[in-house]
Each structure stands twice: as structure tokens, then as C-alpha cells.
């Protein structure tokens, strides 16, 4: 028998940090209602550059619970999502072809991270629903759009995602929903060439290290 190389420790997922699926639900319904208490800072009139901590209460993120809906669909990294324009969605075939990522600036579309990041994944028919929902509100092209008709940057949105896993202490990133994914592929039974063309690893080894 080969025993497969390892990568170095802290590198595998473990099974800590696949998110439970309660887990998920309730990120996503905190997401979609709002009430998530966090911290922010804000200027204190008159003195230049000094800040006071305040608490604020998010408002519904109904584009980033929708995200991370599409998050836990495709296995997608979160740039990637970010970089995600209608054109991209064949729901004729039901499948998202993956061809380039948002740019840290927010402002372009750029390569993948790797070549075998180009890929088509298959979606079901929930998240189907939800990305036709998200087309009928684009008005630039961009799936996931603001208010201004801009693709949400991965920090911000991984911002808001932060200040309700926060408030419910569950522990998740978006990262984390591509290893939720990767896992119940996994358990379904899809074999590991498949999982690695989905999630765009380079080699079938490379996804055996990580998810063995």
C-alpha cells in the first residue's frame, strides 16, 4: 500500500471545523432577520481621531444569507462567489462555471487562484431559487450586488458574516462552508476525483490529504 504524503499539521480539516448543520441554520435565519449585537467604534465630535466603543445591532443581510446558501451549494471560495456575474449561471443545465474571482480592490474580476480553480459545478434546485432570485435584483451583472450595484468585496461580506457568528458564538467563516460541502460529498459517497474537480484542488492527492 502507498501511504500518501501529509501535509504539515494544522493543514487537514478535522472534524471540529465542519460546521453543524443546526449550526448553519441558525447563522442563515440571523442573517435573514437581523439582531445580531456587535461591537463598532464611533468619532467623538470635536476631537479628531479619537473613537468611543459603541454596540450596534446588525441589520438583516439578506445578500450575505444568501451567500452563504451558495456557499454550502457549490464549495465555492469566497472570492470566488464575490466574482460571481449572472452570465456565469446556466440554469437551463443547472450548473455555475467558476472562471475568475474578485479582485481584494472589489473593482475587477481576476484569474482564479489556480488553473484547475476554472471549473463547472452542478447545483440543486434550492439554490437554484435563490440565485434566479438574486439575478431578478442585479442591475450591473453582478450576483451578489449592493445597494450601490457593486460586487460585495470578500471583506465585507466576510465582515458581516463575522458580526453574527459572533453574537451566536458559532465559530464558522465562510472557508468553513467549503469544507461542509467537500464533507457531505464525501459522505454521500462521490468519488475523490469528482470532489476534487468541484472544489478546483490541483490534484485528487491534494483533497485526500486535506479531507482523509
Do not use: N
Not at 451567500?67 to 449572472?86: F, H, P, W, Y
Not at 462521490?190 to 485528487?204: E, I, N, Y
Amino acid at each position: 500500500v502507498v501511504k500518501l504524503p501529509r501535509l504539515p499539521a494544522g493543514v487537514e480539516v478535522l472534524r471540529s471545523d465542519i460546521p453543524e448543520m443546526d449550526t448553519i441554520r441558525t447563522v442563515v435565519s440571523t442573517l435573514d432577520s437581523g439582531g445580531a449585537v456587535y461591537a463598532s467604534r464611533e468619532r467623538v465630535p470635536g476631537h479628531r481621531g479619537k473613537f468611543s466603543p459603541v454596540t450596534r445591532v446588525q441589520e438583516p443581510q439578506l445578500i450575505i444569507a444568501d451567500m452563504v446558501r451558495a456557499a454550502i451549494g457549490t464549495g465555492m471560495r469566497l472570492s470566488e462567489l464575490c466574482g460571481l456575474r449572472v452570465e456565469d449561471i446556466d440554469f437551463l443545465r443547472k450548473e455555475v462555471r467558476v472562471e475568475a474571482q474578485l479582485a481584494p480592490g472589489g473593482k475587477e474580476r481576476v484569474p482564479t487562484k489556480t488553473l484547475s480553480s476554472v471549473r463547472t459545478i452542478p447545483i440543486a434546485d434550492d439554490l437554484i431559487a435563490v440565485l434566479k432570485g438574486r439575478v431578478a435584483a442585479s442591475t450591473q451583472g453582478w450576483i451578489f450586488e449592493t445597494a450601490r450595484g457593486t460586487p460585495y468585496r470578500a471583506a465585507s461580506a466576510g465582515g458581516e458574516l463575522r458580526k453574527t457568528v459572533t453574537h451566536l458564538r458559532a465559530g464558522v467563516t465562510f472557508h468553513s462552508f467549503r469544507h461542509l460541502y467537500a464533507s457531505r460529498l464525501i459522505s454521500a459517497g462521490v468519488s475523490v476525483k469528482q470532489v476534487q474537480r468541484v472544489l478546483g484542488h490541483a490534484t485528487a492527492s491534494t483533497t485526500l490529504d486535506v479531507y482523509a
